[in-house]
């Protein structure tokens, strides 16, 4: 499956907005650790009636927050009273029952017939209140058991006593489910495929299966609505292995989970009623993805992409009208609720949410995340200052740089280049080709952003690390454009912060993936060999692109302080009188430095080497410059003959550096950086003069 680019970015900042709203991993066990401690102190309270009580759901898994309201899940169950799989198991003076599951019993469905209290025999022909007999003879506890429950309630909710919170709408808790089961700590021999199961991600971990397998497992008092016998019938329940698996999941898997709730609440529960797709049902989605995904997925940038997984998932589900349990897959928790028309309409729902690219997010109102998400991915457009009007024209200037057969195509795209940064918000029904076009040059626009921000961030005294790490994503999101320029923004960066083994790894990298066919072919022509392989070789437009493609590397005025010191003089080669001449709606980008991005990799290289005093590796990248000048076709010769009159000078080849500026100005004797170079080289020679008299 395809992810779209801005996912990672995107995902980051939702798990930034899901902290703000209380879902932090400090927050999540706090949580957890208050709901344990409750559990405990009702189970003393209750020991008088020799009764156990465990909370359970989103509550005591801590998925849950403010604005979903959710309820509270008790189960109790009576500790004198045994649920036993064999007649071995039973001991004198002690209410117990077999546990049956025969041929006629649904999967994820037990019987569980009475026990003599003085023998271990079951009893038989025998009914009461309680006792009921099955097709067999055997007689089987009812399941009807609200005599049992010794609350005052409102309503019963099936096998559930619901306590509703009527008085105080704006508390975190709707209501209270209670629930009598029978606790059995015998595993279930229709679970057992869940103990040997084959797991190729080891989740779980075969510790805590052995965990869960000896919790034991309830019996819940209600039966399958299918079944002749569900009046005697009790369904199993796993809630103390499901909060155990819950409480493994990490960061980006609770987060996931809980907006996954948060899509059902507000896109399924209001139109298709509570009881059609539950957050259960989620849950059971979350536990088979995790199980046969590989963790390294599950990381904060891949959220969106993991969300997306799960709605897919239970879209197949709902088209196959089977959501097989988690520990029992035999049974198919949509019997008797998804079919006919709620399934075609749940599957349109499904795959108009899937079709959106996580757009339907931002009209979540849940605490609410829709309009905080909506403002995190906006924030970095906003946070830039009035310079950052030069990014649509820096964008289209890479447009004019590549072929003018599909320049048009991609002007239409770029028309709102400052809506680009946001494809959230941002909905394409144009052309799949022009689509990924538009993904490519997203990324070269994000590299202008992040490197405009880093600029921000250096020109002040104090850093600004947190400014830096922003910038860094963004540089990092448009490192993938193509094979070089946004890359080597990238490298520039961490050059600019001495950090020159990494930018060394980075430049390394490029050089190794720089094509013979990008070095040596015109612009025109890799477009032509774009367009066969895209139609001839089934290759996608974006994939092309990255492998084959090297633009041109821009620097705006607005990223001065994170552009080379070489370069900066390349935005102030037009002044007075023919910076007047300049037509601005053509010749904008004269204030800009822009170089030819091979030679732009050995200059970083010659740059790094010298950062870290590699003489030998130095003189190599300087050779590569001179090949580069004397072999290639590059069009930008000005820049390319400034820089390299840098990269002499500082290595002290001041005559050299000298007739190379002097060649420039010949071959562009108007806008060209190369005076301000040569009244450098001027100066530094009177002072050098000076300095000897």
């Known amino acids: 499956m395809e992810v779209p680019d801005y996912y990672d970015v995107v995902s980051v900042r939702l798990m930034k907005v899901l902290d703000t709203i209380g879902l932090t991993e400090k927050g999540r066990w706090k949580r957890i650790e208050m709901w344990t401690q409750l559990e405990e102190l009702f189970t003393v309270a209750g020991l008088q009636n020799k009764e156990r009580v465990h909370f359970f759901g989103s509550q005591a898994e801590a998925t849950t927050t403010l604005g979903l309201r959710s309820d509270v899940d008790i189960v109790r169950h009576f500790i004198f009273i045994r649920a036993v799989d064999d007649l071995q198991s039973w001991e004198p003076d002690c209410l117990a029952f077999l546990i049956i599951m025969d041929g006629i019993t649904p999967p994820g469905y037990v019987k569980l017939q009475k026990l003599y209290s003085d023998r271990p025999f079951p009893v038989y022909n025998i009914q009461t209140d309680h006792l009921m007999l099955d097709r067999n003879g055997r007689s089987c506890l009812s399941n009807n058991t609200r005599h049992m429950h010794m609350f005052t309630f409102d309503e019963y909710h099936g096998p559930a006593i619901t306590l509703t919170n009527k008085h105080n709408a704006s508390d975190e808790i709707q209501s209270v489910d209670i629930v009598t089961a029978f606790k059995s700590l015998s595993w279930p021999y229709t679970a057992l495929e869940w103990i040997t199961r084959h797991r190729e991600h080891n989740w779980p971990s075969q510790e805590t299966i052995s965990v869960i397998q000896q919790s034991g497992v309830f019996f819940v008092p209600i039966g399958h609505k299918l079944s002749h016998e569900r009046h005697i019938e009790l369904r199993i329940s796993f809630s103390y292995g499901e909060k155990i698996l819950v409480w493994q999941f990490n960061s980006t898997q609770f987060k996931c989970y809980v907006l996954l709730k948060m899509i059902n609440k507000y896109f399924f529960k209001k139109r298709f009623g509570e009881n059609v797709?539950?957050?259960?049902?989620?849950?059971?989605?979350?536990?088979?993805?995790?199980?046969?995904?590989?963790?390294?997925?599950?990381?904060?940038?891949?959220?969106?992409?993991?969300?997306?997984?799960?709605?897919?998932?239970?879209?197949?589900?709902?088209?196959?009208?089977?959501?097989?349990?988690?520990?029992?897959?035999?049974?198919?928790?949509?019997?008797?609720?998804?079919?006919?028309?709620?399934?075609?309409?749940?599957?349109?729902?499904?795959?108009?949410?899937?079709?959106?690219?996580?757009?339907?997010?931002?009209?979540?109102?849940?605490?609410?995340?829709?309009?905080?998400?909506?403002?995190?991915?906006?924030?970095?457009?906003?946070?830039?200052?009035?310079?950052?009007?030069?990014?649509?024209?820096?964008?289209?200037?890479?447009?004019?740089?590549?072929?003018?057969?599909?320049?048009?195509?991609?002007?239409?795209?770029?028309?709102?280049?400052?809506?680009?940064?946001?494809?959230?918000?941002?909905?394409?029904?144009?052309?799949?080709?022009?689509?990924?076009?538009?993904?490519?040059?997203?990324?070269?626009?994000?590299?202008?952003?992040?490197?405009?921000?880093?600029?921000?961030?250096?020109?002040?005294?104090?850093?600004?690390?947190?400014?830096?790490?922003?910038?860094?994503?963004?540089?990092?999101?448009?490192?993938?454009?193509?094979?070089?320029?946004?890359?080597?923004?990238?490298?520039?960066?961490?050059?600019?912060?001495?950090n020159g083994i990494l930018a060394e790894n980075i430049l390394q990298n490029i050089e190794e993936n720089y094509t013979f066919q990008v070095s040596k072919v015109a612009v025109e022509e890799v477009m032509d060999s774009t367009i066969h392989r895209i139609v001839n070789e089934n290759i996608s437009t974006t994939d092309v692109v990255r492998y084959y493609s090297a633009f041109p590397v821009p620097y705006l005025p607005s990223e001065i302080h994170c552009t080379p010191k070489a370069l900066i003089p390349e935005m102030f080669r037009s002044t007075g009188s023919h910076h007047v001449s300049l037509n601005p709606d053509k010749d904008f980008w004269q204030s800009w430095a822009v170089v030819d991005s091979k030679l732009y990799l050995y200059f970083l290289q010659h740059q790094c080497y010298h950062q870290q005093n590699k003489i030998t590796h130095k003189m190599v990248a300087l050779s590569n410059m001179i090949w580069v000048i004397l072999h290639e076709q590059l069009k930008y010769k000005d820049t390319t003959f400034n820089l390299l009159a840098f990269c002499l000078k500082e290595d002290g080849f001041m005559v050299q550096s000298y007739r190379i500026l002097s060649k420039s100005m010949k071959m562009k004797n108007h806008h060209n950086a190369a005076k301000w170079q040569i009244a450098r080289l001027l100066n530094a020679a009177f002072k050098w003069l000076g300095g000897r008299h």
């Open 277 to 498: 797709l539950t957050s259960y049902h989620w849950k059971t989605c979350m536990f088979y993805i995790i199980e046969t995904t590989p963790s390294v997925l599950w990381q904060p940038q891949n959220l969106l992409h993991c969300i997306e997984l799960c709605l897919m998932k239970m879209c197949t589900w709902i088209e196959e009208l089977n959501c097989p349990n988690y520990f029992i897959p035999a049974e198919n928790m949509f019997l008797d609720k998804v079919n006919g028309s709620v399934q075609r309409n749940l599957s349109n729902m499904l795959h108009n949410l899937i079709v959106q690219k996580g757009m339907y997010l931002t009209t979540i109102p849940y605490d609410g995340i829709g309009q905080k998400l909506n403002m995190a991915c906006q924030s970095p457009i906003t946070q830039i200052n009035d310079e950052i009007n030069y990014l649509p024209k820096a964008v289209c200037t890479v447009v004019r740089w590549t072929s003018k057969k599909i320049k048009e195509a991609w002007f239409t795209l770029l028309r709102d280049g400052a809506q680009m940064i946001s494809p959230l918000f941002e909905r394409l029904s144009i052309h799949a080709v022009r689509q990924e076009m538009c993904s490519v040059l997203q990324r070269l626009y994000c590299s202008n952003i992040g490197s405009h921000l880093a600029s921000q961030c250096l020109k002040q005294q104090t850093i600004d690390q947190e400014g830096l790490d922003m910038a860094y994503e963004f540089l990092l999101l448009g490192s993938d454009s193509d094979v070089a320029s946004g890359k080597l923004k990238l490298a520039t960066f961490f050059l600019l912060q001495n």
